[in-house]
């Protein structure tokens, strides 16, 4: 068996879901039987069955009806009232999504000027020196296609000085080609 405690019927204890009370549907139970709608049909239409009863001299049924009518007034007015702070609270927030983004957009923006901007070909300043690769410390590895060819050794050769001949050798070669004519 359930405590007492947890089952109270408060009014102070129900959960009031306001959030679609402006379109929903509602039964109203009155002095001339049911109204069926919205809360602004059922203000409406007691506020018909009011004037009503006030032409044909009731004070009491326009009263009651007046009462009914502003029983709805309330509710639609409360769920108005917490629509707009939400609304409210929608658009503060979006203003300060929008106002970070702003914000962000011109911190990047700033980066961007303070940043070096890369010179267009042709213009600008040149730099004095340039640097080779060996200068600047370049970690590039040297390929078989960049490597300059050896140049080749030429075919015709002359003959070497003899290596006897200390008053020079070398106008052996002159006087003949062959090394016996220097003899």
Do not use: C
Not at 7 to 19: E, H, I, M, Y
Not at 51 to 72: C, G, I, K, P, T
Not at 162 to 168: I, K, L, N, R, Y
């Amino acid at each position: 068996m359930r405590s007492s405690k947890n089952r109270s019927r408060s009014k102070n204890n129900r959960n009031r879901s306001v959030g679609n009370i402006v379109n929903r549907v509602f039964d109203s139970s009155g002095p001339e039987g049911k109204v069926r709608g919205t809360p602004q049909q059922i203000i409406d239409k007691y506020g018909q069955l009011t004037r009503d009863a006030q032409l044909s001299n009731d004070r009491v049924a326009a009263e009651n009806f007046q009462q009914h009518a502003e029983h709805y007034i309330r509710m639609l007015a409360e769920a108005q009232k917490e629509m707009e702070a939400r609304r409210e609270q929608q658009e503060q927030q979006q203003r300060e999504r929008n106002q970070q983004q702003q914000q962000r957009r011109e911190e990047q923006a700033r980066d961007e000027n303070d940043a070096p901007q890369p010179a267009a070909e042709g213009a600008g300043e040149q730099p004095d020196i340039i640097e080779t690769p060996e200068e600047r410390g370049s970690a590039l590895v040297e390929t078989p296609e960049g490597k300059a060819k050896p140049k080749s050794q030429s075919r015709s050769k002359k003959p070497a000085p003899e290596h006897g001949d200390a008053s020079g050798g070398g106008e052996a070669a002159d006087k003949g080609s062959s090394p016996a004519a220097a003899e």
